[in-house]
């Protein structure tokens, strides 16, 4: 019970019985709660000027930089964790994880950058290129375009990772100056987004967002808060990394968080699986083109899908842990659908976090639950984990899981779930596509991510409807 000031210590004006006070962690979530339940009733977006839809996709991952080719290897149900090559592991615990291998920037950074640049950068700019191509901004496009009015979002969890370890070792073995004049520019997460918008001339909003494995979706639900309020037409927006290096993977492994399943590399991100030991590191880019409707339609744009809304919250509760009744993250699918304008009844598929950690995916089935009003009420929805198969990207996730969410839309096929031989009770009568590719054609899909510090983020995808 909490400590009452008492009545001397108050003043006589002030005095007041003492009353027992519930502990603070019980208050807030009997808050979130009672805030989960109430939608209040909106209607869907009709504005063109504030209507968002994605134009363009690119994205650099284990499985190369092709969207098309990406989708085909997950509805295979393709593993891309293997045992790391990149350095030697033989000191670690973990030796796995979905890593890139002979990345090809295809010429869109020039042999002498690509020598000095964090593999970060190299993402942000290869996947932002890509994306504005697939969305018809070519030069040619651009040069017709305001482009005081185009912005980049581009977020990173934890930045040029490699420039940053290079340039520590470079200070203890050869002293301060032997440090790249490099390695500052290089190591800040907002750089990938700037270079984007130096090379391509865009003075719209531009900057980084950092919310751990949130950061992609962060950055979507804030680009289309910059469309509607008028400040932009276009905006890049997504989220990358490159962390698999000695010190990411070391952190990961201090801090308990990845599996060990060494002897089955390709079995070891298995969410919602009752033998599931942690998660596996990823890395790449995700980045879509985010554009009003209006724009959209006067130039022309062929449009993927449309962005219905989003939300943010925080769980407020531990640095790394999820509440595990789920209300935070409950709170935010529940303010995604009020923002959306929808009834949660219209979502059926949710692209879950699901990152194969024993308290994260039961705490993200909770919530899922309390968000729709009980198990019951997802008959019809199903849901899968795209890190089964490409391991956790961190702050690229959501951006890479959101293309994943939009080919779903766009193909009416889901991918497979992996590595699910025995499901956690907690899943009993919820559809995970487990370890099969399902067709379903979707009518409006969730996208959940969720990084250390309690951020909680959730993202509403549907089909274009004119």
């Known amino acids: 019970m909490a400590a009452v000031a008492s009545p001397a210590v108050l003043g006589a004006r002030h005095a007041v019985a003492p009353r027992r006070v519930a502990p603070r962690a019980q208050r807030v979530t009997a808050r979130a709660a009672r ?8 209607a869907r977006e009709t504005d063109p000027k504030k209507r968002i839809v994605i134009t363009g996709m690119g994205l650099c991952s284990v499985f190369g930089n092709d969207y098309d080719v990406f989708y085909d290897k997950l509805l295979a149900g393709t593993s891309g964790v293997a045992e790391i090559d990149r350095f030697d592991i ?31 950068l190299q993402y942000a700019l290869v996947s932002g290129n890509k994306a504005l191509l697939d969305a018809g901004l070519d030069e040619e496009a651009l040069g017709k375009e305001d482009l005081t009015k185009i912005g980049v979002l581009a977020g990173s969890g934890m930045g040029g990772l490699t420039v940053f370890q290079d ?3 470079a200070l203890v ?3 301060p100056k032997k440090i790249t004049p490099f390695f500052i520019p290089y190591a800040i997460t907002n750089m990938g987004g700037a270079l984007l918008a130096i090379e391509k001339g865009f003075m719209g909003p531009n900057y980084s967002i950092s919310t751990a494995c949130a950061t992609a979706n962060y950055a979507f639900h804030a680009a289309a808060n910059h469309i509607k309020k008028g400040e932009a037409d276009v905006m890049i927006a997504g989220g990358v990394e490159a962390p698999i290096i000695p010190v ?12 060990t399943n060494n002897d089955d590399p390709s079995g070891a991100s298995r969410p919602w699986d009752k033998s599931r030991d942690g998660f596996v590191m990823g890395e790449g880019a995700g980045l879509l ?27 407020a509760h531990h640095m790394t842990d999820p509440r595990p009744d789920g209300s935070g993250v409950g709170l935010c699918i529940t303010k995604a659908v009020e923002e959306a304008g929808i009834d949660i009844s219209e979502i059926n598929y949710i692209n879950a976090h699901a990152t194969s950690t024993l308290v994260g995916d039961v705490a993200e089935v909770n919530a899922v639950k309390k968000a729709f009003g009980g198990v019951e009420n997802l008959k019809g929805v199903k849901m899968n984990g795209t890190k089964s198969m490409v391991g956790h990207c961190l702050g690229a996730a959501a951006g890479v899981e959101a293309v994943a969410t939009i080919m779903a839309i766009k ?5 497979p779930t992996l590595n699910n031989a025995e499901p956690i009770d907690e899943v009993a009568g919820i559809d995970i596509c487990a370890n099969e590719k ?5 009518t409006a899909a969730i996208s959940n991510s969720f990084g250390f510090g309690g951020h909680n983020s959730c993202c509403i995808f549907a089909p274009y409807v004119e």
């Open 35 to 42: 805030v989960s339940t109430v939608v209040r009733a909106m």
């Open 90 to 120: 033989e000191e670690f615990p973990t030796k796995f994880a979905a890593q890139i291998r002979d990345f090809d920037n295809e010429g869109f950074v020039d042999k002498k950058n690509a020598r000095r640049m964090d593999d970060c």
């Open 167 to 169: 340039g520590v070792k």
């Open 173 to 175: 073995n050869k002293g």
């Open 248 to 259: 990411g993977l070391g952190g990961f492994v201090a801090c308990r968080a990845l599996s």
């Open 289 to 315: 083109v985010m554009e009003s409707l209006e724009h959209a339609l006067k130039r022309g744009a062929r449009i993927h899908a449309e962005y219905l809304g989003g939300a943010i919250t925080c769980d």
């Open 411 to 415: 193909t009416g096929w889901l991918h």
């Open 438 to 442: 399902v067709e379903h054609k979707v």
